[in-house]
């Protein structure tokens, strides 16, 4: 354990009423690592990014930004902290331009409130194709991108933006497979810059096997396992992503039907 | 082999092809053919010195309370309220003119009336936008519950101060109140008087030349009168209605807001993805409030031009303005579900609005209620339209 962790959550609990959506959770994340969140429908992925970025409080737990204690109270507070979250509806406004969605709500402005126009086309255009896609009219409406497009386009934002931990919910999972390589290989340049923490949410075992250096599994709110890639042999990966059931057993009730 | 890029996909357009994409082609297109047609029906007096100022007033009329309109739904929300605020604050200035400020507070100036007015239809406007962003119910329900209420409340006070349902026969404040002049007198004088200056020369100009014959020259001065470079013929005009120099600053201020401001880029985004622009920092709500207010400021600067334009008011005013606000703006290219649109779309269909409601006084053939069957057949027609360009942006086709 060379390196420091830039983010670490320890204990995180949340409840929704008496529904127990995380039941302590701890997690760390290094720089230049791609940390794969593993889970089945309904295990709390999404729940603990939330947390993280700032959009749910935890009851309980703390968050740690390279070893000082932080708390988001809302998404602004995370987004200082360096937390950038690629939510799985992207967070992109279809009518509105590349551009325009790049600098949503961060606009570059004059004296007057006056957009930067021209500025902020170029930002736009330069920050994209340094993580793939050369998009020659950022005046584009959004709606006439594809998909990997789009969350290339998210990403890019996230990292323009200062994010040192780069959160990913299900970017693959709405796209086909040319689409998905395409986002799994943007991945993988911004993990190549060695400075940005990725998490990777992902229902694709074989995604996470691609890009992952390090692997949670969550199951009905906790941790079931843990681990860098060598650390965790590869059947172990299958049975962790069912939920802990032994594969043997799903057989047989499959074939019990 | 050769690369390809993402961009080597995208075909370079050339000019014409770029303006035919425009989201304000179809708006324009209706204008041209709106006033060639009328230019023809109406034998030109649809737009010689006095029809111009006709039409240029109402025009100017429905722009002012369109563009706050446009601007909410590019937001995303509606407001049933408009016309009713048009009476309200018809009714609160013109009762105070009448009977002075509140509370014993003495004669009431036109700026001052104003001044009181505006900031209850703020008020109101602010009220409005918090229901709708704190309920998070449909604005077209909230600000329909306000159409009655200020419609009633207009009624009632009228009733209570002036025992009447309208005030009438004020003193013409033009006259002695700058701020007046402003609303309800006259502006651009110096247009027509060019326009004069232009029309005497061509004529001096015409008596000089040899070459034509008595009847030519004639028949020239008779043609020119049509476009009444010469007024001689036709009726004094002085100026535009004020409530034009109000239209293009309102439009402007949203045009310059709607284009290139970051509070233009917040409006989009409010109304394109509520969600995602919140989660990106763009205040939602405050852009709303603020819109639910302009329109209200809208509409008052609307009823303000129209008490000191005539002297009165009355508890019907603005009956369907808010109705037609919002068929403009639907005209102008204003997407229904918000996110999309811009102010020279809206231009052209106050436009194309202003000179239908007026044709009756120019084609003395026509019968008024055309007007309604245009509006519904255009309204319609652009419905169509804008969903054609929204699928056509969002990838649907
Ligand atoms: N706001 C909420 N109120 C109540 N329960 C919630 C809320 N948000 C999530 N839950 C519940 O918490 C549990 C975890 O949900 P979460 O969205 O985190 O799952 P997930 O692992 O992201 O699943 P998926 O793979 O389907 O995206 C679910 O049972 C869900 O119903
Ligand atoms: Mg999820």
New binding site residues.
């Given amino acids: 354990m060379s390196k420091q962790a830039y983010m670490r959550v320890e204990n995180i609990e949340k409840k ?2 008496p ?1 127990i ?1 995380l039941g302590g959770v701890d997690l760390s994340v290094y720089p230049g690592e791609v940390h794969a969140l593993l ?10 990014i939330k947390i993280l970025s700032g959009v749910h409080q935890p009851s309980s737990g703390s968050i740690y930004i390279e070893g000082a204690k932080r708390e988001f109270r809302n998404p602004r507070d995370a987004a200082a902290a360096g937390i950038g979250t690629v939510y799985q509806d992207l967070a992109i406004n279809q009518l509105m331009s590349v551009t325009r969605n790049f600098f949503m709500g961060r606009e570059l402005t004059s004296r007057f409130g006056s957009l930067r126009m021209d500025e902020m086309n170029q930002i736009a255009h330069d920050e994209m194709l340094k993580i793939g896609i050369d998009f020659s009219d950022p005046t584009q409406a959004v709606g006439t991108m594809s998909g990997g497009q789009r969350q290339t386009l998210a990403i890019a934002r996230a990292i323009y933006f200062g994010a040192k931990v780069l959160i990913l919910d ?1 970017p693959t999972s709405a796209l086909g497979q040319k689409q998905q390589m395409e986002v799994l290989k943007t991945i993988k340049r911004v993990r190549a810059r060695g400075d940005i923490a990725i998490i990777f ?1 992902t ?1 694709n075992e074989i995604h996470s096997r691609l890009i992952a250096d390090r692997y949670t599994f ?1 199951a009905l ?1 906790k941790v079931i396992g843990s681990g860098t890639k060598a650390e965790l042999e590869g059947e172990d990966i299958r049975r962790l992503m069912a939920g802990g059931a032994e594969i043997k057993d799903l057989e047989q009730e499959l074939s019990a039907i | 082999m050769s690369e390809r890029s993402e961009s080597d996909r995208l075909q370079r357009e050339g000019w014409l092809q770029r303006m035919l994409r425009r989201p304000e082609i179809g708006s324009f297109i209706v204008m041209v053919l709106i006033i060639t047609a009328l230019a023809i029906a109406s034998e030109g007096k649809a737009f010689n010195a006095l029809g111009l100022k006709n039409n240029i007033a109402i025009i100017s009329q429905l722009g002012i309370i369109a563009v706050g309109a446009a601007l909410l739904m590019i937001a995303g929300e509606f407001d049933l309220s408009i016309g009713p605020m048009i009476a309200f604050a018809g009714m609160s200035i013109a009762v105070m003119m009448k009977w002075g400020l509140p509370f014993g507070l003495g004669e009431a100036t036109p700026f001052l009336a104003f001044l009181i007015t505006l900031a209850m239809t703020l008020a109101f406007g602010w009220i409005i936008g918090n229901i709708v962003v704190r309920s998070g119910l449909s604005s077209f329900i909230v600000t329909l519950a306000f159409w009655f209420f200020l419609r009633g409340l207009t009624e009632v006070c009228f009733r209570l101060i002036n025992q009447n349902t309208n005030v009438s026969g004020l003193p013409d404040f033009k006259k002695e109140s700058w701020f007046a002049e402003q609303m309800g007198g006259e502006v651009f004088g110096w247009l027509f008087d060019a326009w004069y200056w232009i029309g005497t020369k061509v004529s001096a100009g015409l008596e000089f030349t040899g070459d034509m014959t008595k009847s030519e020259k004639l028949d020239l001065i008779n043609y020119l009168s049509f476009l009444n470079i010469n007024r001689k013929m036709e009726q004094w005009v002085t100026g535009f209605d004020a409530r034009l120099f109000w239209f293009i600053l309102i439009a402007g201020v949203a045009w310059y807001v709607l284009a290139r401001t970051q509070l233009g880029s917040w409006i989009y985004a409010t109304g394109d993805n509520k969600e995602s622009a919140r989660a990106n920092g763009v205040p939602v709500n405050r852009v709303k409030i603020g819109l639910f207010m302009f329109s209200a400021f809208c509409a008052t600067i609307f009823a303000t031009c129209q008490v000191f334009d005539t002297n009165s008011s009355d508890a019907a005013k603005g009956m369907f303005k808010e109705l037609e606000a919002i068929a403009i703006a639907v005209v102008g290219g204003i997407l229904m579900t918000g996110g999309f649109g811009s102010i020279v779309g809206v231009i052209f269909g106050a436009v194309t609005f202003g000179l239908v409601a007026n044709a009756v006084f120019f084609i003395p053939w026509i019968d008024g209620a055309w007007f309604r069957v245009f509006v519904g057949t255009v309204l319609l027609a652009a419905v169509f339209a804008n969903e054609r360009i929204r699928k056509r942006i969002t990838g649907g086709i």
Avoid: V
């Fill in positions: 929704f009423g529904f959506a889970g089945d429908n309904g295990a709390g992925k999404s729940t603990l299900e949410i229902h969550l709110g």
